[in-house]
């Protein structure tokens, strides 16, 4: 399947996605205008499902669990989450400006 067709795809699964999120919230009665900013874009939320599925397809959980544990050096995670979305910008060059702004979010709370 052509990159294209598969960004294409995930990016309509990630605005069903969040379609629904709003629907969900709104209908909970919460107030739209103060939960939308918070809400991820459409193609942070393709990075999460690329990621998730990257880490899975190269057999990364451990990996993961090792980088985030509490005795892990520091830094490990931005090391660990860097090689994981750096690969998903070079698949996925229309990608490459929302993995480099997620990256400069990259913390504790980004597993």
């Known amino acids: 399947m052509d990159p294209t067709d598969t960004l294409d795809t995930l990016r309509a699964e990630a605005r069903d996605e969040l379609d629904a999120e709003i629907e969900r919230r709104c209908r909970d009665g919460e107030d739209p205008w103060q ?4 809400l991820p874009t459409v193609d942070e939320k393709v990075v999460w499902i690329l990621r998730a599925d990257t880490i899975a397809l190269l057999g990364l959980d451990e990996a993961r669990s090792h980088a985030y544990h509490p005795s892990a050096p520091s830094g490990e ?3 660990f989450e860097f090689g994981v979305l750096r690969r998903i ?3 996925h060059p229309d ?6 702004r997620m990256l400069g979010r990259i913390g504790p709370s980004f597993a």
């Open 77 to 79: 995670a931005e090391r």
């Open 35 to 38: 939960f939308i900013p918070d």
């Open 89 to 91: 910008a070079l698949e």
């Open 95 to 100: 990608l490459t400006r929302t993995v480099w």
